[in-house]
């Protein structure tokens, strides 16, 4: 064991270069795989907390009684699936439009803290790049995902794909400016934009500090996930399937993916900012208290899971003029209220 | 009160010499053949002077022995009074024309333009004459004149042939059968017309506006129909609507199958609503063979067709919920589970979920089973509780209010002059219903009211479905307390050739009034069945609706109308 | 075919590519061959049973209404019967299904529309004729505008007789086509 690390140690003196591509490559492939079993995770949770809502039972057929392999047959059918390009697409857009949904779903898990180990009364934060302006890169990459949606609908060369990307993008712009007024309202009071810094100085969760900003950030992220009642972009029953109605195969299935992604990354940062991230009572007991700080985590992240999910099975959609009238009309000026708000607390309390 | 004869004398007198032949058959029918050319100057009388403000369509019959060919106009009131007037214009055999009403009705078209396409009656003054149901190979063959032999050759199935259009679609052409070649009924000439696609595209006037289909197969759609929306961003402009593509064609069908078999086929014209389809036949025949329905047989077939009426409106709710919010939305789930139990209820008298083939000439298949009262008792004060909950969930919701508040209103003028009926109607504050205006069965004795809503608009109609589902439960409350004991069929033997006459019945389907118009020739099928459809009528209206919405709203129209694209396609 | 087909990059790359050699041979060529020898070991192997077991247990079905059986297939796919059970759901694009069930009449009208969905069904692809009309006709056998046999133009894998059939049978025949695609007995041997 000794002689490894000594080996290791040694490599990393010699060669930094390639001993930081190595680490880098060996941290993005369990990111990566972390990210993605948990939206797998989320959509099975979607399909079965949906069918609950419904009145029905889910997927329950394979994988014992809850289904879990549901998502590894569906993954398997699609990554089998014939590649149809559509003549007509333009192919090179049509083709990177998923690729870039996923980097940049990637670009956002990169920057979230999914938890910490409490270790000796010290909390260590689990974050790849814990950059000093986390938060406001995290809320500006999970917009990437807009980039792609409209690459997707622009190349498609399809009538309901291109109203998709378009109604994609114009909800975008109108939730974004709101989404980052609110962020910045919750930096002003933790004195930073990092995530780490922001989840630690909580000691009131700011979800009681600035209800209206929590509000507000939910209305956006659920607007950015594109989920009901702000699905514009896929609603099926106007524009068939949005901007992914051409795609079939493994590539729907990576921006299909790429949306449960952010799902799951949006909840996570809605939670960090809002709910008191990872802070609870530790658990007394041995191993237990040291991750009790990610059980507190991931417990918080489901309940606003389950609450999205619930939003879905019970409210209308809206219209895609109604979406950015709220946006521009509502959000916006309410946000920035909230800002004022948090810079006179914030300022009362400092 | 208006009645047939005093219609009578009044066209008699104004026009001298314009009736040709007359009958009064009740006090609410007048069958007049009226002088082709004045049915204009007639038809516009009757609109002006004595309150026919409702054309509620035509119909075309060959009659290939007298060597003519007849149009039925059928013109009735909105309330005023209740008289049905079928007027009758004859033309010769070759060479067909008769004057088109569509100046003075602008429901007319859809009507005329399929009378035009199926028996090659030309339409003088019709502004588009083009095939509504077929596809343009069949057009020219007039399918529904008798002498058509265009029947598929059964001994060999493969018949359409594939052809590959430019674009690289496969598009298929019909060659002429042996049949055909023989009968000397293969076209020789097609009508020249410009397609659906060249008419649509015709109206596109800069680069900014798109044409976008939603159909045939698309998530709107109840069934196959296409409808175009010219676009410029996301505001409709302009919508097109192209049916026929579950065009069956039943009424030719039904001439030639016993008038027994005729009732299967009226099951598969509406699915949801088999069973007021199944009465509306049986009630024009029985009007012709002048058959007594014993007492007991009428509330059966009351309670099964309000049963019905609940069931088609869950299902035409719930569809239009999905439309609006997503197949995720949980109470249109809800709708469906409370439809399964109305669906046993039918389902445990009539034996069939869907096409029961329940009501007979005369009376009804079968009796009640044994605890179907307590079984109705047990779950109608459910349904009520369960329904009383959809209002309640839909009268709070302010997305549901933001969105379909004033989005597709029809004023109770318009409504009336585009001549559609049903619920779509009685959102505007129309009081129009077939049980009140033109009694059938035992609607007569029993307590109900017609339920009315105020801006007509998608909101409205759906309001009103649901409100007419507590009537429809109360409805069937009272039929189970009154219901006698007695026969469930009439004593009188029905006759395998029905007696030559003509009939015309209406009653109230889940979509409004939907009427038949049957004639016999003394022979053991139908001469003519004639099928006046309810959502025809109510589907034509939906192009103007959808000038000047948003995508999102056409798309809520067109849900709320509760479509049933088998029907108006037949 | 070139690497551009398959790789979207710039044709002036594609052919520079097509200049490279591994083994004395073109790359492009070897990379073919390669992903040909691939899938003749996947066609054969126990993987295959592997890719089967996944389409068996998510078939997506096309939304698509015709008739009575139209009805019946929403009773199918919503709560009561509830074929979300079976991993089937409902989609609405062509593109991102896998069986196509032909719920009722096909009329001549509407014959060229179907065959387009069914062409732009990515493989591997089944079909579900349910109902009598779908299947012969039914009672629309001398129907003028009624294509008497589905069967010609589509490759059925299941029928589902009745008039219309209830969701049980729905079901019964989606389990029918799971098991024929377990079994790789289909249609078009996949």
Redesign the interface.
């Known amino acids: 064991m000794d002689g490894i690390i000594e080996i290791i140690t040694q490599f990393a003196a010699q060669e930094p270069a390639i001993f930081a591509l190595i680490i880098g490559i060996i941290g993005a492939a369990v990111l990566s795989a972390v990210v993605n079993v948990g939206a797998m995770l989320v959509i099975w949770a979607d399909r079965k907390v949906m069918s609950d809502f419904c009145n029905r039972f889910g997927p329950n057929r394979v994988g014992g009684r809850w289904g879990i392999l549901q998502l590894g047959a569906d993954a398997i059918k699609l990554f089998t699936k014939e590649d149809v390009i559509p003549a007509g697409v333009d192919k090179g857009v049509y083709v990177w439009a998923p690729i870039i949904a996923s980097a940049g779903t990637m670009l956002v898990a990169a920057a979230i803290p999914f938890g910490a180990l409490h270790i000796g009364g010290k909390n260590y934060p689990l974050v790849v790049a814990n950059m000093d302006i986390s938060a406001f890169y995290v809320e500006a990459a999970l917009s990437i995902m807009s980039i792609a949606v409209f690459m997707a609908g622009y190349s498609s060369n399809n009538k309901y794909s291109i109203l998709g990307g378009f109604r994609g993008v114009a909800r975008m712009i109108a939730y974004e400016v709101p989404m980052g007024v609110c962020v910045i309202s919750v930096a002003v009071m933790a004195h930073s934009l990092n995530l780490v810094e922001i989840v630690e100085s909580q000691t009131v969760w700011y979800a009681f500090a600035q209800p209206l900003g929590f509000i507000i950030f939910i209305i956006a992220l659920v607007t950015d996930l594109g989920r009901v009642p702000f699905d514009q972009s896929e609603a099926e029953e106007e524009i068939i399937c949005g901007y992914s109605t051409e795609y079939s195969g493994i590539r729907w299935g990576l921006l299909y993916f790429q949306e449960y992604n952010n799902f799951l990354l949006g909840s996570i940062l809605l939670t960090l900012l809002f709910l008191g991230g990872w802070h609870g009572p530790i658990i007394p007991i041995p191993i237990l208290d040291m991750i009790s700080p990610m059980i507190w985590l991931l417990m918080k992240v489901i309940i606003v899971i389950w609450f999205i999910i619930l939003i879905r099975a019970s409210l209308f959609r809206l219209r895609i003029d109604q979406v950015t009238d709220l946006g521009w009309k509502w959000m916006l000026p309410l946000s920035l209220l909230n800002l004022g708000w948090a810079v006179l607390i914030g300022s009362y309390f400092a | 009160m208006t009645n047939a004869s005093e219609v009578l004398s009044s066209i008699q007198s104004a026009f001298p010499g314009a009736v040709l032949d007359s009958r009064v058959e009740s006090d609410r029918r007048l069958w007049a053949t009226i002088d082709s050319k004045k049915i204009l100057d007639v038809c516009k009388h009757l609109t002006a002077k004595l309150d026919f403000d409702h054309y509620s369509g035509s119909a075309g019959v060959d009659w290939m022995a007298r060597n003519e060919m007849e149009v039925v106009e059928i013109m009735t009131s909105h309330g005023a009074h209740q008289v049905v007037a079928m007027l009758k214009v004859k033309t010769p055999r070759d060479n067909p024309s008769v004057p088109s009403l569509v100046p003075l009705y602008w429901n007319a078209n859809w009507y005329e333009r399929e009378i035009w396409e199926m028996l090659g009656i030309n339409m003088e003054g019709h502004p588009e004459l083009y095939p509504l149901l077929l596809s343009d190979p069949l057009v020219g063959s007039w399918p529904w004149r008798k002498d058509f032999k265009g029947y598929p050759d059964l001994t060999t199935g493969e018949r359409a042939v594939a052809i590959t259009t430019p674009e690289g679609y496969t598009d298929y052409y019909f060659p002429p059968t042996q049949a055909e070649v023989e009968a000397g009924t293969v076209v020789a000439e097609r009508p020249k017309y410009p397609t659906f696609l060249e008419r649509e595209e015709r109206e596109i006037k800069s680069d900014s506006e798109m044409i976008m289909h939603l159909g045939p197969q698309h998530a709107m759609v109840p069934g196959p129909f296409l409808l175009d929306i010219l676009v410029e961003g996301e505001r409709v402009k302009k919508a097109f609507l192209d049916i026929g593509y579950i065009h069956k064609g039943i009424e030719k069908i039904m001439e030639n199958r016993s008038w027994l078999q005729g009732i299967t086929y009226t099951d598969r014209m509406c699915y949801v609503a088999s069973l007021t389809n199944n009465e509306c036949y049986c009630g024009a025949v029985e009007k012709i063979l002048g058959l007594e329905v014993p007492e007991r047989a009428q509330y059966i077939r009351v309670i099964l067709e309000e049963l019905s009426r609940i069931q088609s409106h869950l299902i035409g709710t719930g569809e239009f919920l999905t439309l609006i919010a997503g197949v995720g939305f949980a109470p249109w789930q809800y709708m469906i589970i409370d439809r399964e139990r109305i669906i046993s209820l039918i389902e445990s008298v009539t034996g069939a979920r869907l096409t029961h083939t329940f009501v007979r000439f005369g009376g009804v298949r079968n009796d009640l089973p044994e605890g179907f009262a307590e079984q109705c008792r047990k779950d109608l004060p459910y349904m009520k509780s369960r329904i009383e909950e959809f209002i309640d969930l839909f009268a709070q919701d302010p997305i549901y209010h933001a969105r379909m508040e004033n989005i597709g209103s029809i004023s109770p003028e318009t409504g009336k002059r585009l001549g559609c009926s049903g619920p779509v109607l009685r959102a505007t504050g129309v009081a129009y219903d077939m049980r009140k205006e033109d009694p059938y069965l035992v609607y007569p004795e029993l307590d109900f009211k017609i339920i009315t809503g105020t801006r007509g608009d998608s909101a409205d109609r759906i309001d009103v479905r649901l409100r007419e589902m507590l009537e429809s439960i109360h409805i069937i409350e009272q039929c189970l307390d009154k219901i006698p004991s007695g026969p469930i069929k009439t004593e009188a033997k029905i006759p395998k050739k029905v007696p030559a006459g003509e009939a015309y019945y209406r009653v109230e389907d889940p979509r409004g009034e939907m009427g038949m118009y049957v004639i016999s020739d003394g022979g053991d099928k139908p001469y003519r069945v004639k099928v006046r459809g309810p959502f025809y009528a109510t589907f034509q209206t939906l192009t103007p609706l959808l000038e000047g919405v948003y995508i999102a709203d056409a798309v809520a129209i067109a849900g709320s109308m509760d479509g049933c694209p088998s029907e108006s396609d037949r | 075919m070139g690497i551009s087909d398959v ?2 990059v710039p044709v002036a790359i594609d052919e520079e590519i097509e200049k490279w050699t591994i083994f004395g041979q073109p790359v492009a060529e070897v990379w073919f061959t390669t992903t040909e020898k691939i899938h003749q070991i996947i066609q054969m192997g126990p993987i295959k049973n ?2 089967n ?6 078939v997506y079905f ?7 059986c ?3 297939m ?2 199918f796919g ?3 019967y ?1 074929s ?4 089937c759901i ?7 299904t ?1 069986v196509m069930i032909i719920s ?2 096909l ?11 069914w ?1 732009q069904m ?3 692809k089944w079909c579900i004729a349910i109902g009598e009309c779908a299947i012969s006709g039914g ?11 589905t ?3 589509f490759p059925i894998d299941v029928f589902i007789p009745g ?2 059939p ?1 969701p049980e049978q729905f079901l019964e025949g989606l389990m029918n086509l799971q098991e024929k695609i377990k079994q790789r007995k289909d249609r078009r041997d996949y």
């Open positions: 790789i979207p592997i890719f077991w996944g389409r068996k247990n998510s096309l939304m698509q209404p015709m008739g009575c139209g009805v019946e929403f009773v919503a709560a009561p509830d979300d059970r079976f991993g409902p989609r609405n694009t062509p593109r991102q896998d009722g009449y009329t001549r009208k509407y014959l060229p529309v179907f065959k387009n969905l062409e990515p493989e591997p009672p629309f056998y001398d129907s003028y505008n009624i294509v008497q046999n069967g010609d133009y008039c219309p209830r």
